[in-house]
């Protein structure tokens, strides 16, 4: 895990997002669709699989939106637009660099939000897998 700019505990949720790595999506039986906010989930969707999990847990607890990514790219321009104090993030190596870079470039544009990103243990763009204990504590982390 690591820990970008301000303290997350310091927020509160409905000035957090949660930014999501499609690549966690079950591939064989996700019923998902690629839009240009990230992938979407329909309503029927039995799934029940973490991204649902995550997902639900965040928008219980009032974050402003949640992202499931196909990209860092698509998830920073999801972040400019809606301007959040804190980011929760789940991510590869590699997006985990591209977003600690994109951060580093938002403070010095004025946006200094604090972030926390998960890295996955499980790499692949396919299939992927992270600590879905993890991901839920951090979501949790509250103000004191
Ligand atoms: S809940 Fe999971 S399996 Fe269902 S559409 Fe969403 S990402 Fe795919």
């Known amino acids: 895990m690591e820990a970008v700019g301000q303290d997350l505990t310091q927020v ?6 949660l930014l999501l ?9 996700c019923l998902g669709k690629y839009t240009k906010e990230g992938l979407q989930c329909p309503e029927d969707c ?10 639900q847990e965040a928008l219980r607890l009032g974050y402003a ?8 790219a ?6 400019k637009q ?8 789940v991510a590869c190596a590699q997006e985990l660099a ?16 604090a972030i926390i990103i998960i890295p996955l243990h499980k790499d692949g763009c396919i299939d992927t897998e992270v600590d879905a204990q993890e991901v839920l504590r951090t979501i949790n982390l509250m103000p004191k």
Do not use: W, Y
């Open 98 to 113: 591209l977003g600690v870079e994109g951060v580093k470039q938002m403070s010095q544009e004025g946006l200094d939000p």
């Open 65 to 72: 939106g949640v992202c499931v990514a196909a990209g860092g």
């Open 82 to 89: 809606h301007q959040p104090r804190g980011i929760v993030a």
């Open 12 to 17: 509160a949720p409905n000035r957090r997002v």
């Open 46 to 55: 039995l799934e029940k699989c973490v991204i649902h999990r995550f997902r």
């Open 74 to 79: 698509m998830a920073l321009r999801f972040v």
């Open 21 to 29: 790595p499609h690549c966690l999506r079950p591939s064989e039986t």
